[in-house]
């Protein structure tokens, strides 16, 4: 890579202005996203951070008239512009992502896409924070986030996440808001492919990958399937469940009206998980999932993998955020407060 995490920062330009401007942005920034890392989730614990570890600060950062207070983490965190924020570290991640490609295979790789609504962001005088994230699942990255106004915004503003990142090469996970025709040619036009979800919200294109796929599924012996790469199950046991997934997939889309429409559209799925918790009431679970896909030659234990991926985003980094960080419990509402705070985490 070209640039390092501390030229980065000082590329970011700082938005006051005057002469009563005692800390440099990129000091401010270096210091609130260590004391993130560690842990702190007010203004107050980031001063207290800098304070304490000014010693190893100090070479680093310009600290003649002291540590920031809390005053002057809370107002600059809460002023800065989060879109300038997110513009810098999305560009310095996607070099990073691509920089990790080179030394090791990167074609094909899962990028998932989600929204989050940051619980406690929200006040009577603005609505929660609604964030859309672009999470590089086997590298553990994110590539780029955009605030949305809510989930309903979603399906406009992921074509502008598209932009933030190198989709070339790229497999593009969704969930069922983003099964939109023209987010699938975005994602080819690109460069990349796409597994999208269909749920009840597009009822007809639901009904009709059920009812072919059950055919098939019925029609054809699991072994015949398997053997023509249509047919994939894993078992897995941990935690006191045993989890089996099975995938039916198929190309045959003849029957698939309006398939024009769908840019690049090779085939549809459908991923059975089975869910047996080993407790005294022995309950199993059942979900089903559909899927439509642009992968050329694509066999079913690769949208397994594919799916299990795109789920990494509520496994690792929801979790990370809400467990690790306590996202939700973070009351740093003030005006971009809580925006800027979840780029930084």
């Not at 070339?168 to 796409?194: C, F, P, S």
Request: glycine residues 6%; neutral net charge.
């Amino acid at each position: 890579m070209n640039q390092t995490f501390l030229e980065l920062l000082a590329e970011i330009e700082d938005f006051r202005k005057g002469n009563a401007i005692h800390y440099r942005l990129q000091d401010i920034l270096l210091v609130s996203v260590l004391a993130v890392i560690c842990n702190m989730d007010t203004s107050t614990e980031t001063a207290m951070f800098a304070d304490h570890q000014k010693k190893y600060l100090a070479p680093f950062c310009d600290f003649r008239h002291g540590t920031p207070s809390h005053d002057t983490f809370g107002k600059v965190l809460s002023r800065l512009d989060p879109r300038v924020l997110s513009e810098r570290f999305n560009a310095w991640m996607s070099e990073l992502y691509v920089h990790l490609g080179e030394l090791a295979e990167s074609r094909g790789m899962t990028v998932a896409i989600d929204g989050k609504t940051i619980c406690r962001s929200g006040s009577s005088e603005q609505k929660a924070s609604h964030v859309l994230t672009a999470f590089a699942s086997r590298a553990q990255l994110v590539l780029g986030q955009i605030k949305t106004d809510g989930k309903s915004n979603e399906i406009t503003a992921i074509p502008e996440l598209l932009d933030l990142f190198q989709v070339k090469d790229t497999v593009v996970t969704i969930d069922a808001m983003g099964t939109q025709k023209n987010i699938a040619a975005r994602i080819v036009e690109q460069g990349g492919d796409y597994v999208l979800a269909v749920k009840g919200n597009q009822k007809k294109l639901h009904d009709d990958i059920i009812r072919h796929l059950r055919s098939e599924a019925q029609d054809t012996s699991t072994r015949e399937l398997k053997a023509k790469g249509q047919y994939a199950v894993t078992l897995e046991k941990d935690h006191g469940r045993i989890e089996r997934r099975e995938c039916y997939l198929s190309n045959d889309l003849s029957w698939f009206e309006g398939l024009e429409d769908w840019r690049g559209i090779a085939g549809v799925a459908w991923i059975r998980n089975t869910r047996n918790v080993d407790n005294k009431n022995n309950k199993t679970t059942t979900e089903d999932h559909y899927f439509i896909y642009s992968l050329k030659g694509a066999r079913a234990q690769d949208l397994l993998r594919i799916k299990r991926e795109h789920w990494a985003i509520e496994n690792n980094l929801r979790w990370m955020l809400d467990v690790a960080f306590r996202e939700d419990d973070c009351r740093a509402r003030a005006k971009n407060a809580a925006e800027v705070m979840n780029i930084l985490r």
